[in-house]
């Protein structure tokens, strides 16, 4: 009923920026809660920022903390990542999710319903 597709990803230079878009269809209008999660082979997936619906409240991993930001325009049922200041840590398929919780964000994937396929971030060194 929802999809969800992630665009902006790419190969980068050690300090350099990306802005991750995802662009949500269907029935958006269920969709509260946004986030973005990271996944390197092997590891356990990470939430690396989340907005509620209004955009007044926001998390992000200690990780990104003060280089990546994230928000969302509603009219356009768009949530977006700018990743500055990037690292080769930072490599990973970025996902963004979605939720219909309202009143409060999660950061773990058990939280989210609906899943976007994904976009490859390289940050080369």
């Known amino acids: 009923q929802v999809q969800l597709v992630e665009s902006g990803g790419g190969l980068v230079q050690a300090g350099g920026s990306l802005r991750l878009s995802c662009a949500a269809s269907?029935?958006?209008?269920?969709?509260?809660?946004m986030a973005w999660f990271r996944q390197v082979p092997g590891q356990e997936r990470e939430c690396v920022g989340a907005i509620s619906c209004s955009g007044e409240s926001r998390y992000y991993a200690d990780s990104v903390k003060g280089r990546f930001t994230i928000s969302r325009n509603n009219a356009k049922n768009t949530v977006y990542l700018q990743m500055n200041s990037l690292k080769p840590e930072d490599t990973a398929d970025y996902y963004c999710?979605?939720?219909?919780?309202?009143?409060?964000?999660?950061?773990?994937?058990?939280?989210?319903?609906?899943w976007g396929q994904g976009t490859q971030v390289t940050v080369s060194s």
């Open positions: 269907g029935r958006t209008f269920s969709i509260a809660t």
């Open positions: 999710a979605a939720d219909q919780t309202k009143g409060f964000v999660l950061n773990t994937p058990n939280g989210y319903y609906y």
